[in-house]
């Protein structure tokens, strides 16, 4: 660490160990970051359903976040299960100030990576530059509105939360970015929707160190916030020894945190980095026990009048939010959650916009959110089947969410099996069909690869023929047999002949998927369809005979038959495996899934977005 | 709390050290801000995310005919019509018909509080037949406070937008002007129900279990007067006395179409009145249950009042909407549902012509 000449370092035979306690810290770093690191080479070079074990790792972080827990915890008065951990934080917190940011978060080495690295200063310009802002309050003031608001039912705080954000930045922007780079290397390549925001928002914070060091955690963590407001409790803190202190600055050419080390150390704003310690030449500085009170400030940086401010911005936040009623009323039919997800309003008071859902999901069917959720429901996870399509015996997303946005569910819940039965698969959603687009409903052609890979049992998607009349398909007779008609063309305005008919050879014969009818007239009753077995250039021959054979001048219709496929509601899961194999490629297919039908919303009253009345199979 | 710089409290050693007092102050809140945080951690644990996901426990509906049928002997009429050409005063009607039945007297007592349950569920004037005509509401909330009920309450959950319905419906003013109490449904009013535990045996006809039900009027009302309309219904073939119910239920009952007769059925079986009025001196008898036009309502001059559910829906789809009941899919369902007369609860009677035959169906003919 770069040193100024007239600084003494501190050495081991100082600090009685075998150890600066600033390397301790460092290697804490890295193992953490590393830990970080690995957790995503875990799910980029493993495949999880070999090492189900590895699971419940892959968000660790997540859960000892202590600001997940109590934000989720305000919303739902629950703490959700791993987040307990968080608790571990809290009270090492209480203990011993903010050690969580300089020796665990990983966001926050990689700020003080970039901060040390990129700075170019000057000792002058460091000091300078380490001294504490009033500014560096805005970070109570995101806690508090944050906090605000998910009393009252939304949790935001995913959207700066360091842990959050590092993990939705790396899930989404940063291993795209390095897959695209270098083409297998690091597992196939995932596409995410706002892949170029969520990166652009890292690169943006993570680029601010360049102009004040860590100034991400000095300005806006919320999480940094909370601990700080905890950290006041502390038993031990940077205590500066006012005889021997000389007031030359320098434990501030590194302050990590901005704490004014060289004067009333702000217990709510140091980092807990030691860099003060060593830097000081005249050994001013120590990690007291309990130093008196009087020679610090306690406190975060806030009024009164400043926290009234943001709790009521946190709380307007919520009905102006939900006042275009998308998680109500006025959703949208495009959004369909993972399944396991619970109801809506209740998805937004949990969901921290981690992006792991999105991460362990095989098929890359998950993305984030734009607007289609509402604002509240920005980078919440939702299903765009043109990416990829919910595998149905797979639970993984679930397994990995760490406030249980959606839930720990298993197979038999998802596929209504078992003890299940009763209640049902779980629905996300119905498909239905575009009969437009479709091919063989819109454009006569055959197909209904939908229905061959509906992967329920027995299929929601069932196949019936369908009769079509076909292109230039009524043609006036000129002959007939008792097996045969012979056609020509339909004149056209004005024309007083008929052109023959030009078929090619068998054409018209059918196999397999298609099959082709004549339909002629009878005398005095209904139309006589009948197949065709074969024909020449303009003869047709049909199976068997004509019980009424047609006469000259006659107007026949060919038709061909093909399988058109139906959903039944009743089987259909909503898992968009049709709407992502569909031939027609787009964003509009000839098969899609609306949310309609979901089952997570069953029982809420209005919200509830089911379609059917019973719940049993009949 | 926050100490400025450069100033010693009292209790401080002068050169800093450690006092007893600080250091129990410091550990002591140390301590506590931990303690309750472990304690908050440990209270709120959800290890299976269910605790967070709790709903209120549903209601159910206590039998509103309880306390009266005791009172019921066998001979008592079930269901009394009164038949007029049309120039006699519905209140007088209800009155004239409820006297074979004991007057309002035998049904409320003093401090009760009345819940009236009419048909509003449309934006349409009385002539059209759609809802539950404005005579028989203020004319039944009289007649409760006259026998004693401190309270009277009227409500509906219309299709419509409720304010306008009971407006146009002139229930708003008829009530006023009754003394008894509107309650327009809003969304926080409601709460589930339990109809039946579990989940509903489609073999059985049975379509609901639990639902979401309007519960602000039902809270405090001990006795439940049900004010059906009459009326053609083109799915379900008519709306009664047990369509009627129909208006308490809130959520998605756009559902209830994809099975209507077990729903209606259900809808019976969910509620047990107190009593059933209707005013059928106008009788929607097609095109419904919206109507619309002023040629498809019966002037039938008549007002049924009864107890039993199952008897007063045919016998009001016999005789004034002129059909056959053995053709109407819901009777039959409730009839297997409601079973025969088993407590006070269920009094749908198998068969209900029985009734008339043991003289408990009462019909009075007023002329002049």
Known sequence: MPQSNTAKKMTTKDTGGFLRVTTARMISQSFFFVAFLG???????????????????????????????????????????????????????????????????????????????????????????????????????????TLAAAVFGSVQIGLLDPIATIYRSFTIAVMPALQTAAPGRFGDLRIYQLAWLIGAMLLVLVGLNLVIPRLFCRVLCPLGALL??????????????????????????????ACDPDGSLRKSECLVCFNCIEDCPHDALRFGYLPPRHTEVTNPDLDRRRILVAGLAGLAFIPLARAAGASGKAYSSTVIRPPGAVEEQEFLKRCIKCGQCMRVCPTNVLQPAMLEAGIEGLWTPLMSFRVGFCQL??????????????????????????????????????????????????????CVVCEEVCPVSPKAIYTEWQQFLMRDGRKIVTAATAATVTLAELPKGGQTRSEPTVLRPNALRGDDSQHFYVKVPTAGGADQTYRIAGNGVDTIQIDGEFSQAPEPGDVVALLNEIKVPRIDMSRCIGCGLCE????????????????????????????????????TEE | ????????????????????????????????????????????????????????????????????????????PRLVIVRTNGKTPVAEMVRLALEPLGGMGQFIARGDVVLLKPNVAFDRPPVLGATT????????????????????????????????????????????????????????????????????????????????????????????????????????????????????????????????????????????PTLVIADA???????????????????AGTVVVGVDQVAFDAWCYENLLERDPATLTYLQYAEDKFGPGTGARRFGQRNWKDYRDRGLIKEINVSG
């Open chain 1, 39 to 145: 957790l995503f080479a875990v799910t980029t070079y493993l495949c999880l359903a070999d090492n189900p074990r590895l699971i419940p790792w892959v968000a660790k972080f997540l859960e000892i976040d202590p600001l997940t827990a109590i934000a989720t915890a305000l919303a739902t008065h629950a703490v959700y299960s791993g987040l307990i951990f968080s608790l571990m934080i809290l009270l090492l917190t209480i203990a011993l100030g903010r050690v969580f940011c300089s020796w665990i978060c990983p966001f926050g080495t990689l700020h003080h990576v970039v901060g040390w690295a990129f700075g170019r200063w000057t000792t002058g310009h460091r000091i300078e530059v380490n001294r504490y802002r009033h500014s560096y309050a805005t970070k109570y003031v995101i806690l508090i509105a």
């Open chain 1, 228 to 257: 700080g407001v905890f950290a006041r409790f502390s038993l031990w803190r940077i205590e500066r020894d006012t005889d021997t202190c000389t007031s030359c600055g320098l434990c501030a050419a590194h302050c990590e945190g």
């Open chain 1, 393 to 446: 015996n797979c639970v993984a997303c679930g397994q990995v969410c760490p406030t249980g946005a959606i839930q720990r569910i298993t197979l038999q819940e998802k596929l209504g099996l078992g003890t299940c039965a009763a209640a049902g698969p779980i629905r996300l959603g119905t498909a239905s069909y575009d009969l437009g687009r479709c091919l063989p409903w819109g454009k006569a052609t055959p």
């Open chain 1, 580 to 615: 992502n194999v569909c031939v027609i490629n787009g964003d509009k297919r000839g098969v899609y899934v609306s949310a309609e039908g979901e089952t997570r919303s069953r029982g809420y009253g209005d919200r509830d977005r089911s379609l059917r009345l019973t719940r």
């Open chain 2, 1 to 76: 709390m926050s100490e400025s710089n450069g100033t010693r409290p009292a209790n401080e050693t002068p050169d800093g050290g450690l006092t007893r007092r600080r250091f129990l102050r410091r550990v002591g809140a140390a301590a506590g801000a931990a303690g309750l945080a472990a304690a908050g951690y440990v209270v709120l644990h959800d290890p299976t995310g269910k605790a967070g996901l709790a709903r209120p426990k549903p209601i159910t509906l206590p039998d509103y005919f309880e306390t009266i049928y005791g009172g019921f002997g066998a001979s008592e």
């Open chain 2, 133 to 272: 005509s404005p005579e028989v509401v203020a004319a039944v909330a009289r007649m409760c406070f006259a026998a004693g009920a401190a309270k009277v309450l009227v409500a509906d959950n219309p299709i419509e937008t409720p304010a306008n319905c009971f407006y146009k419906a002139k229930i708003t003013d008829a009530a006023k002007q009754a003394g008894a109490t509107i309650v327009l449904p809003s969304a926080r009013q409601f709460r589930d129900v339990q109809v039946r535990p579990g989940q509903p045996n489609p073999d059985r006809h049975e379509a609901l279990g639990t639902w979401s039900i309007l519960y602000e009027p039902l809270k405090t009302a001990n006795k439940v007067i049900g004010l059906p309309a009459i009326k053609d219904h083109n799915l379900g073939g008519a709306s009664m006395c047990m369509k009627n119910w129909y208006g308490l239920l809130g959520g998605r009952r756009n559902q209830f179409h994809q099975a209507i007769h077990e729903v209606i059925s259900d809808l019976g079986y969910m509620v047990s």
């Open chain 2, 281 to 299: 001196t106008r009788v929607l008898m097609r095109n419904g249950p919206t109507g619309g036009r002023i040629d498809d309502v019966k002037q």
